[in-house]
């Protein structure tokens, strides 16, 4: 039973434009999602956060969008840029229990010039 | 540099052989996980551990061992590997439990 989904397993978009990844979950008990980004041949690296307590959440080109009554999150990348290939993981976590982190199969992103 | 580090990186192996792989981190943290990386399947959660002396089950916790004895290292320990083990593993550690977690580069098995 996969309580995240990442539906989507690869995205193209031309260098400039917005990309949307999209994530799902099941478990309503999730309050911490997260974002992280993994080049070939390297360990996933933090890219951003959103507590359930927040809708929105933004940092930079970067911007997460919750929304717990559809239990879906969205990462916005505005403008897109071709170092921005990449894959992209979705993660949910209960902080207030046993501190598991679920994670979704992953988006491969890649932006064209 | 603050980093987690991974050994090996490549491993291959056969199946049975005992086979341990290490990892630290030179940040303090007091969280540190394994998760495995196979096709189709994202990553999953091996192992977790809150502190030293403390570990817990992640959603994939069988065949594999681990333990924390020091707060820097947390090694993944596979008494009896299998051919289902050949994957990609990732360690990571956080300041603490429910932040953002820095990973390693990875481990690649393979178990024949």
């Known amino acids: 039973d996969q309580q995240v989904k990442q539906n989507s397993p690869s995205l193209s978009v031309q260098e400039g434009r917005i990309s949307i990844l999209n994530c799902d979950y099941t478990n309503s008990m999730f309050d911490y999602f997260l974002w992280y980004k993994k080049y070939p041949a390297e360990g996933p690296t933090f890219l951003i956060s959103i507590s359930s307590i927040k809708d929105k959440n933004e940092d930079g080109r970067f911007t997460v969008f919750l929304n717990k009554s559809a239990k879906h999150l969205s990462l916005h990348i505005v403008p897109s840029q071709p170092g921005d290939s990449a894959v992209y993981f979705c993660a949910a976590s209960i902080t207030s229990g046993t501190y598991k982190y679920i994670f979704g199969t992953g988006t491969r992103l890649k932006v064209l010039a | 540099e603050a980093q987690v580090t991974q050994n090996p990186r490549y491993l291959i192996t056969v199946t049975g052989k005992k086979l341990t792989v290490t990892c630290s981190q030179n940040?303090?943290?007091?969280?540190m996980s394994w998760y495995r990386q196979d096709p189709g399947l994202g990553l999953r959660q091996i192992y977790y551990?809150?502190?030293?002396?403390?570990?817990d089950k992640g959603d994939v916790p069988e065949g594999y061992k681990v333990s924390r004895k020091e707060k820097r290292n947390f090694p993944l320990i596979l008494e009896s590997p299998s051919p289902n083990q050949t994957s990609l593993y990732f360690c990571a550690s956080s300041l603490m439990r429910g932040q953002p977690q820095h990973f390693g580069d990875g481990t690649r098995l393979s178990i024949l």
């Open positions: 940040m303090n943290h007091e969280y």
């Open positions: 551990s809150m502190n030293v002396e403390v570990t």
